[in-house]
């Protein structure tokens, strides 16, 4: 079966900046795939060189087997793509927006599932209206709908939850999951890493145009040895030998970053040794978050790699 997205030595210049360089990333068909990184690490551009919206500078991106370039309407086909930006015609309604979109693909007689989605979407009250009254989270609703109406097998989302309130949220992934369910493919981006680790199996970090991290979300968080550890103490004094463990005061508690579960150990014998009483402790098991500013950027691990050297 065709991979859902090819992507093969993937370059992008823009001028002197390298805003791809050289990405290799397959996603299989039916994966729920999360594309991580900070601002401008070149998740939307990777996106819209797949999209057939930008060509890139030098490789390949397919899908469904179909090269976005060579092959683009079957490409095109194939895909359904929520951008980023709002970008949107202020003049139609909701419901026409969507019956054009469906034009595009030369589908005709769409309106079953024109309506499903509106409902799924909770746009119905909203059908009629006209693109220019809608509130910013509407518009996105719509941005979303839009990238379903031909029933993609793959979809991409760049960042569909930006601006969008808690109810839309929910009901947005009961959809996309359901969507995953049935077997289409999807790829998110977001900030939100909490919604990556809940939703999506495996995760690329981009990082300056460089994929920095390929893996499942549970392989990725046991490659982060660390954890926290969350003391309150009696006197609320810690120990000096353990003050660079220290990552965060929280009110009566004391948050210390461990190298590994072997630490807890040596915490213990510390607190041991100055009669200091655990009146609570918490052990807390890094996420996902924890894991980006690992991988892609600073902060951390140092204290902990500290308290060991
Ligand atoms: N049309 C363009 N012309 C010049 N530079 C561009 C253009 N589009 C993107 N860039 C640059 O390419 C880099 C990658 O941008 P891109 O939008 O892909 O980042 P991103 O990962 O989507 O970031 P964000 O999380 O902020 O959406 C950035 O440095 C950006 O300034
Ligand atoms: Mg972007």
Redesign the pocket.
Known sequence: MALAIEVKRLRKS?GA?H?LGGVDLEIEAGEFFALL??????????INIIAGLTLATSGSASVMGHDVVLDYRQARRMLGVVP?ELVYDPFFTVRETLTIQSGYYGLKNNEAWIEEILHQLDLVSKADANMRALSGGMKRRVLVAQSLVHKPPVIVLD?PTAGVDVELRQGLWRFIRQLNRDGHTIVLTT?YLDEAEALCNRVAM?KQGHIVALDSIRNLISSVSTCSMRLRLSPDILPTVLQPLMSEREEGFHILTLNGYSQIEDVLAALREEKTCILEMEILQPDLEEVFVTITGTAGVTRAAAFAS
């Open positions: 823009f900046l805003a990184g900070p601002n401008g690490a070149g998740k939307t551009t990777l980023q960042e900030h981009l």
